[in-house]
Each structure stands twice: as C-alpha cells, then as structure tokens.
C-alpha cells in the first residue's frame, strides 16, 4: 500500500514542478532540507522530542506545549519542523532557547524520511493538528519512534478527503501510539477512517491556554508607541478605536475596505482606524497596491485615508495613519489587545476560516464570517455564549454591507462591544487545560522511551 501511496506522492510532485519554479521563494524554500539534508546535530545522550508544526497556526498553537513539555521533561531535547517559510520563521523565533533544532519537515519518500530519522533519531514524533504522513509514521515505529497527534483537528471535508484512501489511512492511522484530538468530533471522525478507539482521547483544544508572554507584550507596547494606538492602562482611547481585520485572504482585503470607508465617512460618526494582517505574506504587496489603489475607486466612500506598512521605518505620520498593514511574521497576536472591534478572516469565502482562540484570550469583540467549518465546534461554542457575531451566508456586495452593519454597530454600542469581549475571555477561561491533558497523556510515552 505504501508503494502506491508513493507512486501517486511522485506524481503529484512532478505535477507541482512547475509551481516551484515559478514561485520558488514560498515553494522551494528549504528544498534541500526536505530531502533529508540537515546541518549538523550534536547527540549528547538525552532523548529527542521532535515536534511538528506545518505553519504558523500550529507553530503558535505549541508554545504553552513547548514550556510545559520542557518542564515536565527537562533532561529531553526538542526538535521543531515546519512546512512552510512563515511557518519555519515563526518557530525559530518562538522557540529561540528552546529547540536544539528547527528544520523543514522532509518530503513523504522513504530516503527523505529515513536521512531525517536517523540524522535526529527521535524517541517521539508529536504531529500538530493530524498531518498524517504515512511514510513518516511507518518508518518512524520501524526506527522505534513514538508517533502521537497532538491538538488533533478533522473536518468533515478532510475526512472526506483521507477516506479515498480509506485501507492506506486505517492501516497508517493504526500504527500511531496515540491521538488526542480536540473535540469530540474530531474524534469521532478519525475513527471513521479506521482508528482504534481505545487509543482516541479527546484533550480539548492547545490555543484556549494561550497567553501572550514578555515578547508578546514588548512588540504590543512597540506598536502601541509608534502608531498611537491606546494607552495601554485598560482605557483605549475611543477617539480613534482600531478595527483589526486578522488573517485575511483574497478577496477579504477589498470587502473589508469598502465597508471601513463607508463607516468612516459616515456624519458625526467616529473615525475608526484600520489594520489588515493579511494571511499570506507573499501578498503584502498586493494588499499594499490594493490599499493605496482603492482610494481611486467609485466603491471608496472616504477616499482621504492614509496608510502606513508596519515594515517602514517609523515617521511622525504613523500616529495619524488611518490604515496600518501588518506586514510582518508573528506580531498579530500582539497587536489584539490594541483593538476593540476584530475581524478574523478566511471565513467570508470557502476557506473555512482562521483561529478566532487569540482575539478571544485578549478579550476582544470578534466577527466572523458564514464559513468557518475548519473550527466548527470552537465557533459553535462561542456563538452558543453569546461571544462571537457571525455573518449570515451572502456574495458579492451583500457581503460589504454585512461586514459595514456590524462594525457600525459595535462601534455604536459599548455595551454589546464590552459584553462580547468579557463573554470571549469567559469561553476561553473555562476551556482551559488542554495542555496540562496533554502532557500528563505524553508522560507515559515519553518515560517508557
């Protein structure tokens, strides 16, 4: 079964050759390293924890698992692999002092697989948010390696997907030591596609334990002094209140202009200011172009607005600057508890949405769109306590309208704004404890080993 796995893996990489010539700086990126390539790794004795995270999501998932791993576990090394550039940005900087390693994640062929194996010889490989790699997972149990999934997460649409290779990923599934997965549905769907159910536990979700910590709070204070945001003593300064449009895609940035603009230049109404974090960085430029190009449109209802890249140096100008675009890695959770109003993005199109976990843990009052079916039991749980405003099902200008009536809305009402804010931070308090399940449930496997 592996070798036709292997087969259609070969394939569908000679498919994809074209895509990593031509954007070789999102694609290519660690190539080498990815077919088993690593620099040198000094083994001292103490066993490995080889952790991975695909992105950036999964990479800030980690952290409170990384501090408690390491406390728990102190005479273990932890070794942190990433699929994508940002991603691998992320964690080098994240787990500064912590990682005796951060590597690309090797390709899914048995010599690439086999040159990471033995150069890092892990005793345990912890896959963040179920990336099932069956060569991985197969060679690792012949290497002797502990396999675990850890925050695990299964949407309908990717259990749909897996079940196309239904005997390959029941026999894979089956050879992992254990999942924990996030919710009960997400259990209940990796058993559908042949997983043990007495080796399925249900731990909750890593990201209600995040907190922002020293370097966090430094880059908040930064951002705050530069841009003249708020003033940080818990009374934001509702002059200027910030909308943060979070983890946006194509063609979000557009929709999301349109309706700041008409609420902007609503009479008498208060001129918020704007920051777009879009999801992507091989878009901030884009997303520049198109910020500056829209004060041009016939749809631009407030046409005077100035903007400001969070990668310019700094100027006398960026405290008056209505729109900031955050064009850097790992700086938009600090940016949340500048905010009042948070819009989390991936979910006015078919993407399925980004984390709504951090804006919440800041307290702030959040707004999604209609699809979020990657985090459907996180959103159903907020919009159950009355912590999230989520956008009826619309296309095309409906959609502005939506996005305009809600944030006007807020903007208008302190009282609902507040209650939003304190219900979300309520949600993620009483969620909390995944981590320490998580550890406790890795204890076993890491002792025996």
């Not at 083994?43 to 406390?71: F, K, M, Q, T, Y």
């Not at 010599?111 to 912890?126: D, M």
């Not at 709070?217 to 951002?223: K, Y």
Request: contains cysteine.
């Amino acid at each position: 079964m592996l070798l036709v796995y292997s087969i259609l893996l070969s394939l569908a990489f000679a498919l994809m050759m074209p895509l990593f010539l031509l954007r070789r700086d999102k694609y290519a990126t660690g190539f080498r390293e990815r077919l088993g390539n690593y620099p040198a790794f000094e083994h001292d004795g103490h066993p490995v924890i080889w952790l991975h995270c695909v992105s950036v999501g999964e990479a800030n998932a980690a952290r409170p698992l990384v501090d408690a791993l390491l406390a728990k576990f102190p005479r273990h090394r932890l070794i942190v692999s990433t699929t994508t550039k940002t991603g691998q940005e992320l964690a080098a900087q994240a787990f500064a002092g912590k990682a005796a390693a951060v590597f690309y994640f090797p390709f899914d062929w048995k010599f690439s697989v086999r040159k990471a194996l033995a150069h890092y010889r892990p005793s345990v490989i912890l896959l963040m948010e179920t990336e099932i790699w069956p060569r991985l997972i197969s060679e690792a149990k012949l290497a002797g390696a502990g396999v675990v999934i850890v925050n695990g997460r299964l949407s309908d649409r990717s259990a749909r997907r897996y079940s196309l290779i239904g005997p390959i990923i029941k026999n894979v599934l089956n050879r992992i030591d254990l999942a924990l997965m996030q919710s009960e549905s997400d259990a209940e769907r990796i058993v559908s596609l042949g997983r043990d159910r007495a080796r399925v536990v249900v731990t909750g979700n890593l990201k209600f334990d995040l907190e922002l910590n020293d370097t966090d709070r430094a880059v908040t204070e930064a951002l705050d002094t530069r841009f003249k945001i708020s003033n940080l003593t818990g009374e934001t300064s509702l002059s200027r209140p910030l909308i943060v449009a979070a983890s946006t895609h194509e063609p979000e940035e557009r929709w999301v202009l349109e309706a700041f603009c008409s609420v902007a230049a609503g009479v008498g109404r208060i001129k918020p200011r704007l920051l777009i974090a879009p999801r992507h960085p091989e878009r901030f430029a884009a997303v520049e172009k198109l910020v500056s190009d829209f004060r041009r449109d016939p749809a631009c209802e407030w046409p005077r607005y100035s903007f400001k890249r969070r990668s310019e140096p700094g100027s006398a100008e960026d405290k008056d600057a209505d729109i900031i675009i955050l064009d850097s890695i790992g700086e938009l959770r600090a940016v949340y508890p500048l905010a009042e109003i948070v819009f989390v993005g991936g979910s006015l199109i078919p993407h399925g949405g980004q984390s709504i976990l951090e804006p919440a843990a800041a307290g702030k009052a959040i707004i999604t769109g209609y699809h979020t079916h990657n985090f459907e039991a996180v959103v159903r749980t907020f919009i159950g306590n009355n912590a999230l405003i989520q956008l009826p099902d619309k296309t095309g200008e409906q959609i502005v309208d939506e996005l305009f009536l809600a944030v006007s809305d807020l903007l208008e009402n302190e009282a609902d704004r507040h209650s939003l804010g304190v219900n979300a931070a309520a949600v993620m308090n009483a969620n909390r404890g995944a981590t320490a399940k998580t550890v406790e449930l890795l204890a076993g496997i890491l002792e025996s080993r």
